[in-house]
């Protein structure tokens, strides 16, 4: 379960800076930018945290592979066009949600919720600094390429952690 | 936190260490929580207490100490500990203690955790609203609301009145002296770098960066952002002109954009040399308005000059119309956010607002005749972009600068010219042809573009501290 809550960190990292440098890119610096990506990734968790509900993983990682490249295209397409903020926010809420959702999900499985905050913030952790260098060395194309990867580990991390043991 | 990268001049990799010490805060945090008690929080709370009430005047005098000697790694270790690391480790170790003392009971489907987390999260959320819609908060009032919010935790943890006293007794002391600490911490800290200051005249955090404007001995006055000197000595001066005067000069009354304001030295200089309109371009109005309210200069006319308040990106992404000149009034590529405007699609993004002939000028961060790697990666793209490039490089500079652009209508004679009248005899032109073979000795220096953003990660900290002095 551990390995589970720290690929969840890890996946979490890499879609939330992953968005907030495509929009730092395609749509503007300003510092609207970062706060819309902060605050839609904030009120989404909170959603996510107080619904009553959970979703399955691999719900969780499609909802933030949607949400991601449903943005990139976007922007891609309408590239520094303020009137889509609205959209991208809504995107990003979305998976902000996954993220509340995913918590609720590991809390409910793992009795010790420090351990759950601990394991996810490390695995976040790894991920922000691979974000950073992916970026800095790769640029783009690591935008392009890592969510997916992200959610793919994660998934291969949430099946091992379900597999019977022997 | 926006504080520590000035400490030590603000590159990325001081960002991203500011940013990792943060991180690994939490989870020290997170992890130390599973071993204090009640005692043990309390014990550390009141151990953070003595530091918050340290902050931010202790990480400016503490690094002062360590730079008067050059050790720059040094100073930024304990701001790294003090101002990162030791503040998030407290709120991250407090959050699973607050569940465990909480007499509720888990409701099915509705773990408790998940509430206590949510209402952080709301309480993230309220701190960042209210430094985002009150930007023009003075920083003493915000850093007082910080430490009450603290005293009120404190309440909170030890359940006792006096405590909440005294506490509000030290949060008046600390709006009482903050602005004094404040001011000698920073002229501190600038003089422990070697500069001759004598007062601090303003300070401010801004959403972009640490603005410090002091002045010295002569009454001259000297803009820092994030460490960085941008203003107050003759090498900006003639930064100003290479990067604004001399293209202006260069072509016929041209309409010119200045991305980057700072004193509006580069605006000045681009109407001085027959500019007929000016836009100066700045994402952070904080420095514009400091700009206009603490730097020496006549008001720019209005009929031929307005400011605009944006992302130069954006401003050039949503602007349809052309201009003749855009000169790049900005710093290096060391920050991310500064060396998106060095990349190969800026650069295209730009040429597309460029009237036929029109300019783009370039600061090249380092000196080309000596293969700088920052400056040849800049001139290697700007001639995978443009037709015609033209390099400057004065010794009085300390660095080249490029104009760059398609079918421009001089030639190196005119700029040669242009450099004579200026007082520039002695700095060296190199045309297109030139510039390529110079290029060939810069070891197969990549283009800055989206695709290779690697140019912070490789910048050099003595090279930037040289080019200040």
Not at chain 1, 5 to 28: D, I, K, N
Not at chain 1, 41 to 70: D, E, F, K, M
Not at chain 2, 336 to 353: D, N
Not at chain 2, 371 to 377: A, F, G, H, K, N
Request: aromatic share 14%; hydrophobic share 50%.
């Amino acid at each position: 379960m551990t390995r589970t809550a720290f690929a969840g960190g890890f996946l979490f990292a890499v879609v939330q800076f992953s968005y907030y440098l495509l929009l730092e890119w395609h749509l503007s610096s300003a510092w609207t930018s970062y706060a819309a990506v902060a605050a839609a990734w904030l009120s989404g968790t909170v959603i996510g945290l107080a619904s009553r509900r959970t979703a399955a993983p691999g719900i969780l990682a499609a909802v933030n592979l949607a949400a991601y490249y449903c943005l990139w295209g976007t922007a891609v397409l309408f590239p520094f066009d303020d009137r889509f903020l609205p959209l991208y926010m809504a995107a990003i809420a979305m998976s902000g949600a996954s993220a509340g959702f995913f918590f609720r999900w590991c809390f409910l499985r793992m009795a010790d919720a420090r351990g759950v905050l601990f394991h996810e913030n490390n695995g976040f952790v790894l991920g922000w600094v691979l974000n950073f260098l992916g970026y800095s060395l790769y640029g783009y194309s690591y935008l392009l390429a890592a969510p997916a990867a992200a959610a793919l580990l994660f998934l291969a991390a949430v099946k091992f952690h379900s597999l019977p043991r022997p | 936190m926006r504080s520590i990268p000035a400490l030590v001049v603000g590159t990325e990799i001081v960002l991203f260490f500011v940013v990792f010490a943060y991180f690994a805060g939490l989870s020290a945090g997170y992890f130390v929580s599973g071993r204090l008690g009640t005692r043990g929080l309390r014990r550390l709370a009141l151990a953070q207490w003595a530091t918050h009430l340290t902050l931010p005047f202790s990480l400016r005098w503490i690094a002062g100490l360590f730079l008067r000697d050059n050790h720059y790694a040094a100073a930024l270790i304990p701001a790294l500990f003090l101002g990162s690391f030791w503040l998030c480790l407290f709120y991250s170790a407090l959050l699973p203690l607050l569940l465990e003392r909480s007499k509720e009971a888990p409701a099915p489907g509705n773990p408790p955790f998940a509430r206590f987390y949510g209402a952080e999260v709301l309480g993230t959320l309220a701190g960042m609203a209210a430094i985002w819609f009150f930007p023009s908060l003075p920083a003493a009032a915000l850093m007082l609301l910080y430490q009450c919010v603290f005293v009120l935790i404190l309440h909170f943890l030890f359940g006792s009145r006096p405590i909440l006293c005294a506490g509000l007794a030290f949060c008046g002391l600390y709006a009482l002296f903050f602005n004094r600490l404040e001011a000698a911490g920073v002229l501190y800290l600038y003089r422990s770098r070697g500069y001759d200051l004598s007062r601090t005249i303003y300070c401010a955090d801004t959403p972009y960066q640490r603005l410090e404007i002091l002045e010295d001995q002569q009454g001259n006055r000297h803009i820092f952002l994030d460490g960085h000197r941008h203003y107050g000595t003759k090498t900006l001066s003639d930064f100003n002109f290479f990067i604004a005067g001399l293209p202006a000069s260069l072509l016929e009354a041209p309409a010119a954009v200045i991305v980057g304001s700072g004193s509006f030295g580069a605006a000045r200089q681009a109407l001085r040399a027959g500019a007929r309109h000016v836009v100066s371009v700045e994402i952070d109005p904080a420095v514009a308005a400091a700009g206009t309210r603490w730097l020496p200069g006549p008001p720019l006319p209005r009929d031929r000059w307005r400011l605009v308040l944006d992302d130069a990106k954006h401003f050039f992404g949503r602007r349809q119309e052309t201009v003749d000149l855009i000169g790049m009034d900005i710093a290096g590529p060391f920050q991310r956010q500064l060396a998106l405007l060095y990349t190969a699609e800026f650069y295209r993004l730009a040429k597309s607002r460029l009237t036929a002939g029109g300019l783009i000028s370039v600061n090249l961060s380092g000196t080309f005749a000596l293969q700088d790697p920052v400056s040849c990666r800049i001139v290697r793209t700007l001639l995978d972009v443009f037709g015609d490039i033209f390099v400057v490089e004065d010794e009085k500079s300390s660095g080249g600068f490029a104009l760059a652009g398609d079918f421009t209508r001089f030639s190196k004679d005119d700029v040669r010219r242009v450099l004579d009248s200026a007082g520039y005899g002695g700095a060296a032109v190199w045309d297109r042809p030139e510039v390529e073979r110079r290029y060939n000795a810069c070891a197969g220096a990549r283009p800055i573009s989206l695709k290779h953003m690697d140019v912070y990660l490789k910048h050099r900290r003595r090279k930037l501290a040289a080019e200040e002095r």
